[in-house]
């Protein structure tokens, strides 16, 4: 039981250039977030993914896209990437209808953009 | 949707004194609030979580507060260890929807020895 993966784990980018964050929980959550935590600052939801086939946007969606893939599987996407782009991306599942509301993350991906 | 506010953002105390971050929601409807901690260079993970029809719940050192009325909840740590040194988030929504799930701003705790 991996929990929540996501990949890479460290990328650096060139500005304008573009890239995917892989996220896959094998979980059987439902739904599925996308955040991400400036230094010294706290986590800020971009997207999130309340079931198979839909996505929402959150608090800071520009300049990002999302696919939900199927239900194990959540990506993030930059298609011109920023230096304000510069964070540590978490993603994070949990079982919305069930008795517990516990968000598991991953481990995260610390993306740099130059 | 839901906002909440946390304070403080930073708390400094001695091993063995309590510690006390408090959160306000915005949003009448939300029934549970979870709180999690954020180790340095880890993954946030949950620590304690209150739904709505407690007013307290306590889990060893850790207790978690709640007032319906003034919408707002507390997380309380006593006899605070280095190891508690972290970030906490906390958290409001609704147990049963698929919302945005939007974090407190964060504080950030250091335990001195």
């Known amino acids: 039981n991996a929990g929540v993966t996501q990949t890479p784990k460290f990328q650096v980018l060139k500005t304008g250039q573009s890239m995917t964050l892989q996220c896959a929980q094998d979980?059987?959550?439902?739904?599925m977030y996308w955040y991400r935590q400036d230094p010294g600052m706290g986590l800020r939801l971009i997207y999130y993914?309340?079931?198979?086939?839909?996505?929402d946007k959150g608090e800071v969606p520009n300049g990002y896209n999302v696919s939900r893939l199927n239900k194990r599987e959540f990506s993030l996407r930059l298609e011109s990437a920023a230096p304000s782009q510069t964070s540590v991306y978490f993603c994070?599942?949990?079982?919305?209808?069930?008795?517990?509301?516990?968000?598991?993350f991953g481990e995260g991906s610390r993306l740099t953009v130059l | 949707g839901e906002n909440v506010e946390q304070h403080p953002s930073t708390l400094s105390v001695q091993e063995g004194d309590s510690a006390v971050i408090k959160c306000t929601y915005s949003d009448s409807a939300s029934n549970y609030f979870p709180w999690y901690k954020q180790e340095l260079g880890k993954r946030p993970q949950l620590i304690i979580d209150?739904?709505?029809?407690?007013g307290e719940k306590k889990d060893q050192r850790i207790a978690v507060t709640l007032n319906k009325t003034a919408k707002h909840f507390s997380l309380h740590i006593t006899e605070t260890q280095p190891e508690d040194s972290a970030v906490y988030f906390c958290a409001a929504h609704r147990l049963h929807n698929t919302d945005k799930l939007i974090f407190g701003t964060g504080t950030r705790l250091q335990v001195f020895p």
């Open positions: 979980m059987n959550h439902n739904s």
């Open positions: 994070a599942s949990r079982l919305s209808g069930g008795n517990t509301g516990e968000l598991f």
């Open positions: 209150i739904r709505s029809n407690v």
């Open positions: 993914s309340a079931s198979e086939g839909t996505t």
